[in-house]
Nanobody, 130 residues
Framework: QVQLVESGGGLVQAGDSLRLSCVASGRTFSTNAMGWFRQTPGKEREFVAATGWRGGRSYYADYADSVKVRFTVSRDNAKNAVHLQMNSLKPEDTAVYYC????????????????????WGQGTQVTVSS
């Protein structure tokens, strides 16, 4: 059975940093798209960042405009994991953060919609105070 477990969330002050981790088990996802989404109560789950295998023997990443230059997504295939380094956190970054696994060896564009991901973790809470 596939399982994704997020960790690393917490309560921090504006301007602080957090590093989220997501470890997958049950299958190997070294060439799958892996993404991060976030959601606040009453709102839609929104895309944050993703990383995938382009097919040219390299990985690439995509970021929502709201987090670009502040967040960095990376993966550790030896541990079947993906990470999200979040710097310069703002109160508007407060949300439950979810990791997800998408298509294996997909197209040149990384998926940005919830429907394009197949497996999801249970989420980790990130709270940023002013």
């Amino acid at each position: 059975q596939v399982q994704l477990v997020e960790s690393g969330g917490g309560l921090v002050q504006a301007g602080d940093s957090l590093r989220l981790s997501c470890v997958a088990s049950g299958r190997t996802f070294s060439t799958n798209a892996m993404g991060w989404f976030r959601q606040t109560p009453g709102k839609e789950r929104e895309f944050v960042a993703a990383t995938g295998w382009r097919g040219g023997r390299s990985y690439y990443a995509d970021y929502a405009d709201s987090v670009k230059v502040r967040f960095t997504v990376s993966r550790d295939n030896a541990k079947n994991a993906v990470h999200l380094q979040m710097n310069s956190l703002k109160p508007e970054d407060t949300a439950v953060y979810y990791c997800a696994v998408g298509a294996d060896r997909g197209s040149s564009r990384l998926p940005r919609t919830r429907a394009e991901y197949d497996y999801w973790g249970q989420g980790t809470q990130v709270t940023v105070s002013s």
